[in-house]
């Protein structure tokens, strides 16, 4: 029929129900897509390294973590990332502070230099350590004069992690202080309170989670880190293989098993991060609710 102009009810139970159905298709559509991303690209490859660690046996696993080569790169991932925690979580705190407190010229220029090491390959901040510290370095030849030495060293290695660590506590920071503003400590400051004593009962205490939140991402990230230590360290055997390069060396040597097995405790590591993460967000979020139901 010519001219014939089809209606649409748009509250007929029809289209209710489509719009009802639709809404509710497309979320499992997207849930099962990333349960199973996260499943083959992430649960299965964790499976297989607990499963290949202890393949030839709880004995060669025990031999492999206990040997003096993997025992001193644990000790050496530890000290390593000791070290550079605790300056990062000092300088993040610093610079959030820094960025979200104050207003002066170059504060774009300072965030764009906290971004950086997200922005530059782990290997290229290995290889500019290495040009300014090592014997035909920049400063070499004047380290080699005073009996110092960085590259394919303990100094190397903790300078390198430091450098790739560096954004991760004052990235957590930064948006949250933001948020927060400064109507906080300007009302402590007119109370008569000094400024180490506004950061210590008013500032630290808002963002104490975000900052646990930092460090642990950074903590992660320093145990973790290959491409820029690989380039410092020189991969003597004992002295300064963490236990990412520990792990590279075994794999090359074809001793998958104790590969495999020193791997599993950076697994272990790794879920260990993300309980504790999961836990500090839960914690987070349920003293929000108890502040809101306070006032």
Not at 70 to 78: C, N, P
Not at 85 to 100: D, Q
Not at 255 to 276: D, E, H, K, N, P
């Amino acid at each position: 029929m010519a001219g014939h102009v089809s209606i649409q009810y748009p509250h007929s139970p029809v289209n209710r129900t489509m719009k009802e159905s639709e809404p509710r298709l497309v979320k499992w559509l997207l849930i099962t897509a990333a349960l199973g991303f996260l499943c083959l690209f992430l649960v299965l490859p964790l499976v297989a390294i607990f499963i290949k660690a202890f393949e030839k046996g709880s004995a060669v696993f025990s031999a492999a973590i206990s040997s003096p080569d993997a025992l001193s790169a644990i000790r050496l991932t530890v000290l390593v990332a000791l070290i550079t925690v605790p300056l990062n979580a000092i300088f993040g705190v610093a610079a959030a502070w820094a960025v979200t407190k104050f207003n002066f010229k170059g504060k774009s220029l300072l965030i764009t230099i906290i971004d950086l090491p997200f922005a530059v390959s782990p290997v290229i901040a290995g290889l500019v350590f290495v040009l300014l510290f090592s014997s035909h370095g920049i400063f070499g030849p004047w380290l080699q004069a005073h009996n110092i030495k960085i590259i394919f060293e303990v100094p190397g290695i903790v300078l390198a992690t430091l450098l790739i660590t560096l954004p991760f506590v004052a990235r957590e920071l930064i948006p949250l202080m933001q948020t927060q503003g400064t109507a906080d400590e300007e009302a402590s400051m007119t109370l008569g309170a000094s400024g180490w004593k506004t950061f210590l009962l008013v500032t630290l205490p808002n963002i104490k989670w975000g900052l646990l939140y930092g460090i642990i991402l950074c903590t992660a990230r320093a145990i973790g880190e290959f491409g820029a230590v690989s380039v410092v360290s020189g991969h003597i055997r004992g002295v300064t293989n963490t236990m990412p390069l520990h792990i590279e060396i075994l794999y090359n040597e074809y001793q998958f098993s104790a590969a495999f097995a020193v791997a599993s405790l950076m697994s272990l590591f790794a879920i260990f991060t993300l309980v504790v993460k999961n836990l500090i967000e839960w914690k987070a979020k349920k003293s929000m609710v108890s502040e809101e139901g306070g006032f």
